[in-house]
């Protein structure tokens, strides 16, 4: 069935600083690829999706692109903030096409 | 719309007691879904509903849980007898007909004593 790997955590970063979490998916065919984001103390929030390749998902400073090539769909962003603390989770839809399969999560702290 | 919702946000429980939580979730989404979440991993997806139908169960859901949305609205999710390994996050998703994009709740977290 499908799968998605991301990077573990923590992941430290200072304000300011280039962020890079890596995401590698394994999926017959082309499913769609998610971001969700869950902040301290807070369900799951979906950040940014892609539904084909080569496709760029972004939202709020973070983007990610659908590479089929190198089956990854790593999310970035420039510029991060104290306020991008929270975990941040992979997905894509499972095989049949409705649950979703998550990745273990990668926990970024951001420092002032 | 107030998106999803879950009661309660916490329990407590002692190993053996059944409990039972409630998932309302965003008014127009025929789908459900049901996942748990433990410390430091990503959610595992449970079961789901379409309307009033549960379509697909995981192998994770042993005998002793079982989930209903019976007129296609809320749902509920019960454990019975309750393990020190059932202890987790559990958290409710919904969605349109169209589209995989899912919305969660802020989940229910049971403490098995």
């Known amino acids: 069935g499908n799968s998605v790997t991301q990077m573990e955590g923590p992941v430290t970063l200072s304000e300011e600083a280039f962020l890079t979490i890596n995401c590698t998916y394994t999926a017959t065919g082309y499913p769609s690829l998610f971001w969700y984001v869950q902040y301290p103390g807070e369900g799951l929030q979906l950040l940014l999706k892609?539904?084909?390749?080569?496709d760029k998902g972004s939202n709020k400073g973070f983007e990610a692109t659908y590479r089929k090539e190198t089956t990854s769909f790593h999310l970035e962003k420039g510029s991060v903030q104290v306020s991008d603390s929270a975990v941040y989770f992979c997905a894509s839809p499972g095989t049949g096409g409705f649950k979703t399969i998550f990745g273990a999560g990668t926990r970024l702290f951001v420092k002032a | 719309d107030t998106g999803v919702s879950q009661d309660p946000r916490h329990k407590i429980t002692k190993r053996g007691q059944n409990v039972t939580f409630r998932c309302d979730p965003i008014s127009e989404h025929n789908r459900l879904y049901w996942y748990r979440q433990t410390l430091g991993q990503g959610p595992e997806f449970l079961t789901y509903?379409?309307?009033?139908?549960?379509?697909?169960k995981s192998r994770l859901l042993s005998d002793r849980f079982s989930a209903e949305r019976p007129k296609g609205s809320f749902s509920t999710l019960e454990i019975q007898r309750t393990e020190q390994g059932d202890s987790a996050m559990y958290l409710c998703?919904?969605?349109?007909?169209?589209?995989?994009?899912?919305?969660f709740g802020p989940g229910t977290r049971l403490t098995v004593t």
């Open positions: 892609a539904t084909k390749a080569d």
């Open positions: 998703a919904s969605s349109a007909l169209q589209g995989y994009e899912q919305y």
């Open positions: 509903f379409q309307n009033e139908a549960q379509l697909e």
